[in-house]
């Protein structure tokens, strides 16, 4: 698995589950060496448990799935119950990520996707002819579009009082320009984000999406997701987080990689631009 494409990761209750639904969409290929779910623990001989333990809880399971012919990959999430807290909006929220995914005909893979998981229950579909596709809630309230367009694309959401901090942040610490798009017909404002990660990202702001505590960027409620960044300056990112005090890790920098939480509860792994130039070699 390549990390050049579009990657997003989502908290499950229950990966196997979650896969199975994934399957019949195209997300058939899983992590190399991986077969199954990989499990963390709060050990003291593993850094990765020990800095995540907090966050995640002391026993979590993770797995990648993908499907090649888009290319998008999926950090499916299974985090401890300890550390779950309920989802209590049915909608997302402040920091929460729309993924999209390309389907040949949104209705019929939703219903496959419904006929892989009968027992949960999923939303009704709304259609969003902007995203050439329909939006719903399913697994763990997660929100999705299934779109006709070839190429998947994200949607991160933020409440308007805090697009400023967010974009501040973005841009001044991540060094990832933000654009606005023109108005859209629903009444939310949409910005594009010149991010590279496999495919378009947009952030959606709303007067009325729910804020969530700035200090809640763990995400323990289920379908809390996060989203990855590429060919960044990691060490430039470092010293100003470490500075001033914008954002802060979730896993420290190291080797090139580094997992981030901004101000508005958004969470970002990023790779450096040196990491991903060996990649695309």
Not at 163 to 181: A, I, K, N, T, Y
Request: charged share 25%; aromatic share 10%.
């Amino acid at each position: 698995m390549a990390i050049i494409q579009a990657h997003h990761g989502i908290h499950c209750s229950d990966i196997e589950a979650t896969k199975r639904v994934l399957r019949t969409l195209g997300f058939t290929a899983f992590q190399p060496g991986a077969p199954e779910p990989l499990v963390f623990r709060n050990t003291a001989d593993d850094y990765i448990d020990r800095v995540t333990s907090s966050v995640l809880g002391d026993q979590y399971h993770t797995h990648y799935v993908e499907n090649p012919d888009i290319p998008q990959q999926i950090d499916l999430i299974q985090i401890s119950a300890e550390a779950l807290t309920p989802r209590i909006w049915d909608r997302p929220v402040q920091g929460d990520l729309v993924m999209t995914i390309s389907v040949q005909g949104p209705k019929a893979a939703k219903a496959a996707m419904q006929a892989a998981d009968p027992y949960c229950v999923y939303g009704p579909s709304i259609e969003v002819p902007e995203e050439r596709g329909i939006c719903f809630r399913w697994r763990d309230g997660q929100h999705t579009i299934l779109t006709r367009d070839a190429e998947p694309f994200a949607i991160v959401h933020d409440n308007s009082r805090d697009l400023p901090c967010m974009r501040l942040f973005f841009e001044e610490v991540l060094d990832v320009r933000v654009h606005p798009l023109p108005a859209r017909h629903d009444g939310a404002d949409r910005f594009r984000l010149d991010a590279a990660i496999g495919g378009p990202f947009y952030i959606e702001v709303r007067s009325d999406t729910p804020r969530t505590d700035f200090r809640a960027w763990g995400k323990h409620y289920p379908a809390a997701n996060h989203f990855r960044l590429l060919h960044r300056d990691v060490a430039r990112i470092e010293r100003i987080i470490q500075d001033f005090g914008r954002g802060g890790f979730v896993i420290p920098p190291a080797n090139g990689f580094v997992f981030i939480h901004g101000p508005v509860s958004e969470t970002i792994e990023m790779f450096d631009v040196a990491v991903t130039r060996v990649e695309m070699a």
